[in-house]
Each structure stands twice: as structure tokens, then as C-alpha cells.
């Protein structure tokens, strides 16, 4: 489900910020330049995870998804483009289907300490997550309210973030 939201909110911000042909009346392009880079975890690579450039300075939103490697591509309006010269806070979000528990799943049902458990799932973010999805990397890169990942687009250079979660 969150994966569809996101899907959702970058094709919405790809409509706000003109995808597609330039027809009368559509906002002006603004110059954008490659950029990407790779995502980690705990020292490993996050595979197909949601990156959101999100602007600090009115340029438009860059997004882009991870590899089996980790690494990511930006896009502003079109595949691979790169983003737009500015100052970004970056989200970073995966999350998966959890499967239903059932009586013999609980912690109790196999003499674990169930604090222990829920205290494990809370690492991996799935205090915020919905009721049938968890977080595969901490919930604070996934808003913009709480990410402290900031990177800065230059129209000279490589754009190359290493993003350790």
C-alpha cells in the first residue's frame, strides 16, 4: 500500500511540476543534471526503495528507485534526467507486505520474550508503518519533517550522494 501511495505521489508531483510534453500553457523547464547515487543500510545496499529529492529552494522534486545494488538514478521529467540545481531534503522509504501472525507465530507461542520482539520490529520502523506493511528502513527517512539526509545539486560536477541510513 505504501509503495502504491508513493507510486501515487510521484506521478501527482510529476503532474504538478510539467512531465510530459511542454503544451501552451505548461510551467517552463528548469535546467537539470545527472544525478544519482547509493543507498545503505547498516553497511548494505536498500534495494527498491523510493528516493525523493524533496526542493528547498522552488525547484522542482527529483525521484528515483533503487537497484539490487542499492544505487539510484534521478528524475525530474524524464527517465534518468537528473535533478535541478538547488538544496534538497531526501527521503528515503521501503516497505514490504507483512504476513498475517497467527497463534502459533507469537512470540509467547515459542518461549521468546515478547518485548524483545516488538522491540526488533520497532528497529526496522514498523511503529509507523500500516497495520499490513513494514518499514524497511527507519520511519525518519521516509517525511520530510523528520529526514536529516540534505543534499545539494550543482550544475558542475559528479551529483553523487552516498545515502547511509
Sequence with gaps: MRFCLL???SVSLCTLIGCGSAGEGAAQRVPVFKAGGTVTFAGAPVTDAAVTFVPLDGQPAA???TDANGKFT???YEYGDGAAVGSFT???SKSVSAAPVTDEET???HGTDASATYTAGAAHGGGGA???ELSMVPESYSSADTSTLRESVTAEGENNFDLEL
Excluded: K, Q
Design 7 to 9: 507510486s501515487l505521489l
Design 63 to 65: 525521484v528515483g528507485r
Design 74 to 76: 534521478l528524475m525530474t
Design 90 to 92: 531526501v527521503l528515503v
Design 107 to 109: 512470540p509467547e507461542a
Design 130 to 132: 500500516a497495520a499490513d
